[in-house]
Each structure stands twice: as structure tokens, then as C-alpha cells.
């Protein structure tokens, strides 16, 4: 299994930044996709942007020139870091981390849909 821990969330004024940082550990040969999600109050969870095992990357509409993903491997370990630049009051949310695509050294995976979510951290923006 996969725990995932995220750290990096504050507050700032509008036009500021704040890099968020997610750390997965275990016993695992590789996570195939790690997602940054956020949740404002009131509102549903939505993906704010995701890296696969081989870089490539994907934003939503909102934050694109924004934010910027990134995403470094070692044995056992996945740190994913989150940049975000001219923060908006509307970017206030908890910040979940979210995984799939686990796969043990015996070369197998995890079932589809199997994800692992961290905890969250919380980023205010204020106006």
C-alpha cells in the first residue's frame, strides 16, 4: 500500500504562491499517476492537475499557466510538488493528493480504480 502525506498549504494574499509538496511512501515499484484535487466549502472535489510516471502532465482550465506539477522518484518513495503562482481568492480550497496505479515488485497492480488520498492541506487566498 501507499500513504500519502501533503504539506506546504498557508495563506496568502492574491497574486502570492505557495508550493505544495506530496510525499507517497511504501512498498511499491512505481505509482503510475499522482493528482493534486481540491475542495472548496459547498463545493465538489475537482482535479487541478496530475503527472504520470513518464512526465506527462495535465491542469485544469483554471489553473493553467498557474500552477505547475512536478514529480520526483525514488525507491519506495514519490514526492509530487505542486507550484502555484498568482494565486486568486478562488483557489481557496483543501488540497488532496491523490494516487493509483500502484505496482508491487511481484510486477502486479492494483485493481483499477484502487486509489490511495492523502489527508489534505489547506490554502487560503485572501482578496
Known amino acids: 500500500q501507499v500513504q500519502l502525506v501533503e504539506s506546504g498549504g498557508g495563506s496568502v494574499q492574491a497574486g502570492g504562491s505557495l508550493r505544495l509538496s506530496c510525499v507517497a511512501s511504501?512498498?511499491?515499484?512505481?505509482?503510475?499517476?499522482i493528482r493534486w484535487y481540491r475542495q472548496a466549502s459547498d463545493k465538489e472535489r475537482e482535479l487541478v492537475a496530475g503527472?504520470?510516471?513518464?512526465?506527462?502532465?495535465?491542469?485544469a482550465d483554471s489553473v493553467k499557466g498557474r500552477f505547475t506539477i512536478s514529480r520526483d522518484n525514488a525507491k519506495n518513495m514519490v514526492t509530487v510538488a505542486l507550484q502555484m503562482n498568482d494565486l486568486k481568492p478562488e483557489d481557496t480550497a483543501v488540497y488532496y493528493c491523490?494516487?493509483?496505479?500502484?505496482?508491487?515488485?511481484?510486477?502486479?497492480?492494483?485493481?483499477?480504480?484502487?486509489?490511495?488520498w492523502g489527508r489534505g492541506t489547506q490554502v487560503t487566498v485572501s482578496s
Open positions: 491523490n494516487a493509483g496505479g500502484l505496482r508491487y515488485y511481484s510486477g502486479s497492480y492494483t485493481p483499477p480504480g484502487r486509489e490511495f
Open positions: 511504501g512498498s511499491f515499484r512505481s505509482l503510475e499517476v
Open positions: 503527472v504520470t510516471l513518464d512526465g506527462n502532465t495535465n491542469y
